[in-house]
């Protein structure tokens, strides 16, 4: 929507300045939208004169503000610009404000989920085939609030290059392999329950895998029998295969139902047994070209230029079993043949940095030039997630806590309505709180969470975004059925309506941003704006009592910007409630 005007004002821009037709776009690029100030009137648009020099900043920034009031002087209003004025070295436009509000209004209504992502501001981008490798939890070990943290971020990724036209490949690359699976096949004899599997699978798995991590510690005996039952493995034993299947298939059903409720779905549940003989494959390619070690603690591959000893990644075990880094690497090499993808995204916490840092490198050294495409993205550790009974264990255990405390505060709201799924309702609301808290900053930093700050329904938290929401969708209820979807533009004129319109032309350069850079931090802000914004307008603009032509423009009003709230919502993989 904003392009079209950045083209009226680049065309004029670019007769004033005695530039060729063709550095329009140009032009046009180096126009931003003014983020909505809330205590006066901000212009719509502006231009700084530094980035219409080729070749950087022009002169002193006092000559940047000469050269905007030259501009500014030479250029004149029309039907579509109504003001022109200059700030800190940058020329300001205002947009006609009917003309503002007629286009956004009826681009909104017209475009639907797609506002904001068919714009001339994405035309350039090509589609491209995008992996996102997230969640991937370790079978045995706890489904913490990392996986939390990795699930919903991966999702908001997959989202994001999806709704831009993205052919979007989603993998839940499971922890199924490896020594920590050695413990729990080889302790599962001694302190598992079938019963207790069959009645809580992923509680029983883990009480028996701290159980015989314990046992481990004092009897070097049990660690060589987990050894053991790793090569039985690795080397196809059926009764060890079977056990492994089992633990594997139950795991999988009980995270699904996880997913399920965090709005997450995959792909492919693929892991790092599927690739136990292909590691053994890309091994033997490195071998061929000369470039693994054998010593007495396995064999490596050097990736320094020097051969520095410290820079040695180790890629198997001198028992000749695989290491993760190895089945990583297969799993690359398998996903470049098999996707033939434009990029890979690794979506896991920040500890994992050198491991993807030496992947990478080792897939260079082989050859792929893939490697380029691909990219990790880190997150930091969440502190103080506990529940009523302490500290957590179970990633369920966090969602639970959160639909219980949701219910709890609207049995306590005097505004709370009545509902067919009260439990339902709380779930999607506690779920917004938890990732609205978890994208507020970013990705990589750590943060204390707090279910008191995260619940609160008013500043800016995941329940104020579902109560605007809510809000919005109920004032439907007033509409009258009308022939036509034209509407009186004098009733929306008010301050508060036009700086919300203005708020909705940046929708699209803030998705634009997080594509950038991969966070959602910028969407989240954005969207918590537009909800204060939202509720100013409700309380401003009066629809009951209204004559039906008022009241029909601003309905309209309100539904547009209950669209694109929803629609943001959604991108961040939230699923809007239309009643609390």
Known sequence: MAWHFRRVIAEQVSRVLGLPSESCSRVAQCIQTVPVHRKHESPDFQLFMTSLSEGGPNGTFSNQEERAEQLAGKLVCDSVISDIGTTRGSVTFKINRDLLTRNVLQQISKDGSLYGLNTELFSELSRRKTIVEYSSPNIAKKFHVGHLRSTIIGNFIANLKQAVGNEVVRINYLGDWGLQFGLLGAGFSSFGSKEKLLANPLQHLFEVYVKVNTAAEKDNGIKLSAQEFLRRLEGGDPHALSLWMHFRDISIQEYAKIYKRLGAHFDDYSGESFYKEKSQEVLKQLESKGLLLKTDKGTVIDLSEEGNLSSYSTVMRSDGTSLYITRDMAAAVDRMERYNFDEMIYVTDKSQKNHFQQLFKILKIMGKDQADRCQHVPFGLVQGMKTRRGEVVFLEDVLDEARS????????????????????????????????QDFKGQLVSDYHFDWDQALQSTGDTGVFLQYTHARLHSLQALRCPRDTEDFEIASLREPCVIATLQHLLRYDEVIYKCLEDLQPRYLVTYLLSLGHLANVAHRTLQVKGSSSEAAHARLLFFKNVQMVLGNGMKLLGITPVNNM
């Open 405 to 436: 405390r949701m219910l709890q505060n609207m049995a306590a709201s005097e505004t709370s309505k009545q509902l067919d799924d009260p439990s339902d309702t709380a779930e999607k609301i506690g779920i917004a709180a938890l990732i609205v």
